[in-house]
């Protein structure tokens, strides 16, 4: 081979390495910018004390048709948005939910409050709805309607869109019984406003319960002024997602106590020093 031709091939060679390296590199920021798509269309918007519509029309797990508002009476309801034929993600958010509940002292699905899961799919067949429902049920203990404590529903499209967008649920449809979502649950007050989002896979037993109470007012469990005490050393991080102590509330809560401790000391001592003196009573 002459050394022309030895250049010439070097310079193909260079141009097919040029043009693979273009041709990939195109591939991959089609391939990001579709993925970005999805992203952006997936997340939260929190509408923190908006209303959700009580109106809208659903079928259960058995086929009866009901009202969102049916489950409002009186208790804090944790709303999940999921769908039934979910391969993973919805059943594992299912069993860490429970899983949290049975980690809760002092409050009860039975007595306490209610969960509602709606399906973001219009599409969810009935038997798939059924028998999600009995599996997750299957894992709760001592709940003695669990058809009623934790109904599983479906609905039209249109009615499913209402109520995402009025708690800002942003998913996307990838496919047939495919979707991208949030993992998030929803603390819904007893009157239907939206308290609270929690966010991720596993929560802590402890941030549940402060959410419960939180959305019930205190109103809940055994007592309301352990339930305004507890509340009152804690307050929810927007940035952390989570519940922390509140260290600041903490001191005045506790320099609060040792005040009234004071306080009822010095009455005890001037009370018992005035009986003393002459002429004082007894």
Known sequence: MTARN?????????LLTVLAALLLGSARATAHTAEDEVLAGV??????GAAIPLDLPFTDQNGTAVRLGDYFTGQPVIL?????????LCPLQFRNLVATMNGISGLSLDRDFRIVTVSINPAEPPEIVRRKWSESHALLRGIADPANRWPFLSGRQPEIERLTRAVGFRYVKLG??????????LLI????????????????PRDLKLALIEAAG????GSSLINQLILSCYHYDPVGKKYVLAAVRIMNTAASAVGLLLGGLVLVLWRREKRRRPGGNG
């Open 6 to 14: 030895r250049q010439r091939r070097a310079i193909i060679l260079a």
């Open 43 to 48: 997340g939260v918007d929190e509408h923190l």
């Open 80 to 88: 999940t948005l999921n769908y039934y034929e979910c391969p993973m």
């Open 176 to 185: 047939p019984a495919n979707f991208a979502h949030p993992s998030v649950i």
């Open 189 to 204: 007050t007893p009157q239907g406003k939206v308290a609270r989002y929690l966010y991720g896979m596993e929560i802590p």
């Open 218 to 221: 205190g109103k809940i469990g």
